[in-house]
């Protein structure tokens, strides 16, 4: 694609709809599938307006946060696996890729995932598909609170995926993308990785609570597309459907950021896709290229550093490794290593 066209991102906020309470596993697939049937005609008719109002053509859109299944709840992790996390290559997959194709866009969203290598877990993963259906971006959530991450199975992990597995950047004609997951925009290293790989646009899928107020996940945003010199397009939840929370707890504020941090399209409540804006991938490279003060990522001195990310005081790798296998943890697991942790780090005096 040359530098000189734009081209339309939206974060479409939509409700998520839990299958905890689906009676059994054929019933949370099918669930799932009649949420994504609902994903081209919505996508359809939000890209009309948006070039109706003046907009580029839409290339690209990005999903909320587990827009199929909602959050696992207490669920057992291999429960929750078997109802809700997808097959890699499994039928939503080509769903939804269908959807891509058929609108000519790259499709970004967030859902659960099982892998092959790690039976008896499952990840939670931001994807990209193409234009031409396939998956051309996979990145596992690597900070969660409740859920297992490629970091709990770090050593074979790397053995599996490497490190440019773990940090994925694909490179698209409409730019480099890279995915930042829910919580994960308030962690700078996270960013930080897929940047200095080349990344110029994060998708982010989120859920999240809304605010007329600045949360911290706002002003997250805002500092990890400036930090980065990239664009943060972060589409949140319109409410969560068939949980015991109230619908609209995690509802509204999905946006674009540019470049310069500035939020250039902001949704209010409900379901909409008025977080939408022209992309200007030109502008971008061109702050990039361009020696002074503001130009905050070449100006990085990794180096200085490197040290003290090395060294493993803080929350360690392959909590789920066990005499060189991977176990399957409780739901209560992450919470005594966090405890842990903390008690560590306060004997060591570090907190």
Do not use: C
């Not at 057992?76 to 959807?99: V, W």
């Amino acid at each position: 694609m040359s530098e000189s066209r734009t081209y339309a991102a939206v974060a479409m906020q939509l409700a998520a709809r839990s299958v905890e309470r689906a009676p059994d596993r054929a019933a949370a697939r099918q669930m799932m599938m009649e949420t994504i049937a609902t994903l081209g005609p919505k996508l359809r008719s939000a890209s009309v307006f948006i070039e109706q109002y003046g907009g580029a053509p839409v290339r690209l859109a990005v999903l909320p946060e587990y827009l199929l299944t909602s959050y696992p709840g207490r669920i057992s992790i291999p429960e929750f696996a078997d109802r809700a996390a997808l097959e890699i290559d499994g039928p939503e997959y080509e769903a939804m890729g269908k959807i891509a194709q058929e609108q000519k866009l790259h499709l970004a969203g967030n859902a659960y995932e099982t892998d092959k290598h790690f039976p008896g877990l499952y990840f939670q993963t931001s994807f990209v598909i193409a234009p031409n259906g396939n998956v051309v971006l996979r990145y596992r959530r690597l900070n969660s609170m409740f859920a297992p991450t490629p970091h709990d199975v770090w050593s074979k992990y790397l053995d599996v995926y490497g490190l440019d597995g773990v940090f994925p950047v694909a490179r698209t004609d409409i730019g480099n993308l890279a995915a930042i997951a829910s919580e994960e925009i308030l962690y700078p290293e996270i960013a930080r990785a897929h940047a200095l790989r080349g990344a110029e646009i994060f998708v982010h899928s989120s859920s999240e609570i809304g605010s007329p107020v600045a949360t911290p996940k706002m002003i997250a945003k805002r500092a990890r597309a400036f930090e980065n010199l990239t664009y943060v397009i972060s589409a949140n939840t319109a409410g969560i459907v068939d949980t015991a929370l109230p619908e609209a707890s995690a509802d509204g504020n999905s946006m674009i950021v540019d470049w310069k941090g500035n939020v250039i399209a902001e949704s209010n409540s409900g379901e909409t896709f008025t977080a939408f804006a022209d992309i200007d991938l030109a502008a971008l490279r061109a702050a990039r290229r361009k020696p002074g003060m503001t130009n905050t990522l070449s100006r990085q001195r990794n180096a200085l550093f490197a040290a003290s990310y090395a060294a493993e005081t803080h929350q360690k790798a392959d909590s789920l490794i066990r005499e060189g296998g991977v176990i399957t943890p409780d739901r209560d697991h992450f919470k005594r290593v966090s405890e842990e942790t903390i008690a560590r780090l306060a004997k060591d005096g570090l907190i």
